[in-house]
């Protein structure tokens, strides 16, 4: 098998390399500091609110006292991907929201600092091979095959290996990680560093990436495994199939040069060095949720003179966390309200020069209302469709009305006793630390059923 010693390199000259850390790492006296302000709570709320139930106080008790491996050992045992979430995880109504300072008025702990000073600190010196050198089983001979590589199927390949059994990744893109890398905002985390904790993933071995490979429900062509043949030829399936492409509004003159889906333009930041945003002084993002802020802030940081998030409801009704939205505004992100784009006015059949925007009652355009803004460039954050369709070729796996893979919630195994699933492609699209928590779930069923 061919574990993976050096992964696909991003290329440089992409506009995500100028981006600063909004949280950068603590030293090692922040974090003694920091870690000193806990108050090792019986019952902690904190936990409670973590989707993985990472016994907090107990880590940071080890950042105190010095114990960093040992922190980070607590953290690891029940989020395999604590590295990452300790970046990317919306900790303002997880963790650090559950946090008994908040009642008080006072400052959370900075827990996810915390856990990215314990988790970067360690594994920086050897990874996760070294930290579990002594707990890797030996091969079971057993055989995985995880379809996507993003982080619901990279959790559920670290667990498969350190008990011995061997996975297979197949994903249709260049770049493991999924969202995680070509999605996240950079200021969080840029795809350089998900690649760090993938390589980390990779060196427990037993792991193949076969990247640039689509799993298809029909006769496979180039590029393509189908759903019969990994049925026939491993021992279980996980599917990791996240969310589809950005969906369209379908507003006039939409589809041409100039007008993205968010999730794809956001992919080109981070992966694309074609990608250039000379001559847009004036942008327009239509979505009032977490993608629509992202990308509303990133062109922001990327100094576009004027970004306008365009909502069709009113403030309230934004599914955006507050804190990301005060967080763009400080950085200049406009939010309009009650708007909706009827059409985008080109020069020709090529750029954008203006919007048409109407005012909107009940989230409907309201007629003879519309008004004409200039813009360069529109972003789409309207959501995403679902790529579940390949699912229902595996026997007995079913999808529910919105599209999402059905599972037991507490096995996550499927219809189908050989297939199970986690991350967005179950959840309809939460955060990373939910595609980790699911993969835990659905890898300890799998254990039972490999054994038995
Ligand atoms: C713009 C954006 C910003 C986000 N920011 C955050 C954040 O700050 N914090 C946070 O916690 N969460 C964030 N999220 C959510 C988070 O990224 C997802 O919840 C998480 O990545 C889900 O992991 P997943 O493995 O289920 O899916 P994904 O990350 O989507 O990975 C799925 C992978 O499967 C591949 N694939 C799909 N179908 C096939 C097929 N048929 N064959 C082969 N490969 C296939 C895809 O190419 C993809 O690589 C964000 C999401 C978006 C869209
Ligand atoms: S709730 Fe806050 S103070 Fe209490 S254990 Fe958790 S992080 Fe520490």
Redesign the pocket.
Known sequence: MRSLPVLPQLPDGRLEQGFHESKPAYNEAEAVTEANRCLYCVDAPCVKSCPTGIDIPNFIRKIATGNVKGAARTILAENILGYS?AR???VEVLCAGGCVYNAWGRQPIAIGRLQRFATETTLSDGGLRKLYASKIKPRTGKRVAL???????LAAAALLAMEGHESVI????RYA????TL???PY?LKANDAMKEIAWIFELGAIELREG????SGEAGEGQVSSAALLREFDAVFL????GPDSKLHAKNEDGPGVYG??DL?EKIKSDPALSLAGVTHALVIGGG??AI?IAHELALLNVGDVAMVYRRGRDGMSAYAHEIEYGMKHGVRVLTDRVLTEVVRDGASKVTHAKLARAEGGKAVAGTEETVACQLIAMAIG?SR?TD?AKAFDGVALDAQGRVVVDPGTHRTGNAKVWA????VNG???????AQEAKLAVRDMLRALAG
């Open positions: 979430c990317v995880c919306p379809v996507g590589a993003g982080p619901a199927s197949f994903e249709r893109k990680g999924g969202l995680n999605g996240i905002a969080k490979v689509e799993v298809v990791g199939l996240g969310l968010a999730v956001i977490n993608t992202d995403q790529a390949v986690g991350g967005d492609c699209g939460t955060e990373v630390v939910n595609a």
